[in-house]
């Protein structure tokens, strides 16, 4: 069974960066697509970037200029770098599979920006 561990969250003033990542593990990783998700009080879940294993890209355009998602198949990790964060950006951010059905939720990691 897959298991997804997110890390790297916390709390930052506006125009701040942060680096998240999620180590899965599990042999599936290599061959999925994986994306990093935000769940926002009050708000849906979101599906905010996402990196096939090929390397191609998705942005959801809230974030599109401001982050940049990669992935290391050999570590079986995927990263996301958060810079010029806003107030808006505040959730708890997950990684799961980027397309299809998605696999059991880890914790997350909150990420608060202040302004």
């Known amino acids: 069974q897959v298991q997804l561990v997110e890390s790297g969250g916390g709390l930052v003033q506006a125009g701040g960066s942060l680096r998240l990542s999620c180590a899965a593990s599990?042999?599936?990783?290599?061959?999925?697509?994986m994306g990093w998700y935000r769940h926002a009080p009050g708000k849906q879940r979101e599906l905010v970037a996402r990196?096939?294993?090929?390397?191609?890209?998705n942005y959801a355009d809230s974030v599109k200029g401001r982050v940049i998602i990669s992935r290391d198949n050999t570590k079986n990790t995927v990263l996301l770098q958060m810079n010029s964060l806003k107030p808006e950006d505040t959730a708890v951010y997950y990684c799961?599979?980027?397309?299809?059905?998605?696999?059991?939720w880890g914790q997350g990691t909150q990420v608060t920006v202040s302004s």
């Open positions: 599990g042999s599936i990783f290599s061959t999925s697509g």
């Open positions: 990196i096939r294993s090929g390397g191609t890209t």
């Open positions: 799961n599979r980027g397309w299809g059905i998605t696999l059991p």
